[in-house]
Structures are given as structure tokens and as C-alpha cells.
């Protein structure tokens, strides 16, 4: 088993920054890939970032590419997520996630299937 705990949310202006973190504890050995999701209310849960861990290569999607930055720590088992010139469309719970089985093309890492353990979310409200 492995547990993932979020920190780092908050309330913020728009224009504002925040960095996300998340600490994975237990069975970590085998991680392929960390990645962040978000969910605004009403809406369904969306990728933000990704990044394999080994090679760190990321992935990010377009609504936040260029403003959102995915880095990860292999020695404390900890992805981070800083989140700069945020907008209120990014007002969401935002989920670390972690996948531990590796797929031959990166990209998959986009994809919620791809993950076996989620962290509780993070709330993150920008306000205009």
C-alpha cells in the first residue's frame, strides 16, 4: 500500500502562486509515475500534470501548460506542483496520484486508469 498526503492548497488572488506538494509513505519502491488531478466543482476529475520517475519526463495539459510546473524528489518520495499566475477556473481539489506500473509510452501517464493510489485533495480557490 502506499498513502499520499497533499498539502499545500489554499485560498489566493488571481494572478497569485501556490505550490502543491505530496509526500508518498509505505510501499513507494517501484513508483513509475506521479501525477496531479483536479476537480472543480461540478465537473468531472481532469489531468493537470504528470512526471515518470524515473527518467522525469512530464506531461501537463494545456489549460495549465506554461503556468504549472511538475517537479519530483525520489530521495523523500515527494512531487511537488507550483502553480503560478492562477486563474479562478483554477479553483478545484487538486489529487496526487501515484501509478506503479510502467507502460512503455509516457503518455499514458495522462490517463486516471493509469494510477493505483490517490491522495484525500487539496483545495485550491482562486478568487478574481
Known amino acids: 500500500q502506499v498513502q499520499l498526503v497533499e498539502s499545500g492548497g489554499g485560498l489566493v488572488q488571481a494572478g497569485g502562486s501556490l505550490s502543491l506538494s505530496c509526500a508518498a509513505a509505505g510501499r513507494t519502491f517501484g513508483t513509475a509515475a506521479m501525477g496531479w488531478f483536479r476537480r472543480a466543482p461540478g465537473k468531472e476529475r481532469e489531468f493537470v500534470a504528470c512526471?515518470?520517475?524515473?527518467?522525469?519526463?512530464?506531461y501537463y495539459a494545456d489549460s495549465v501548460k506554461g503556468r504549472f510546473t511538475i517537479s519530483r524528489d525520489s530521495t523523500k518520495s515527494t512531487v511537488y506542483l507550483q502553480t503560478n499566475s492562477l486563474k479562478p477556473e483554477d479553483t478545484a481539489v487538486y489529487y496526487c496520484?501515484?501509478?506503479?506500473?510502467?507502460?512503455?509510452?509516457?503518455?499514458?501517464?495522462?490517463?486516471?486508469?493509469?494510477?493505483?493510489?490517490w491522495g484525500q485533495g487539496t483545495q485550491v480557490t482562486v478568487s478574481s
Open positions: 496520484a501515484s501509478a506503479h506500473v510502467r507502460y512503455s509510452t509516457d503518455s499514458l501517464y495522462v490517463n486516471e486508469w493509469a494510477y493505483d493510489y
Open positions: 512526471a515518470t520517475w524515473s527518467a522525469g519526463n512530464t
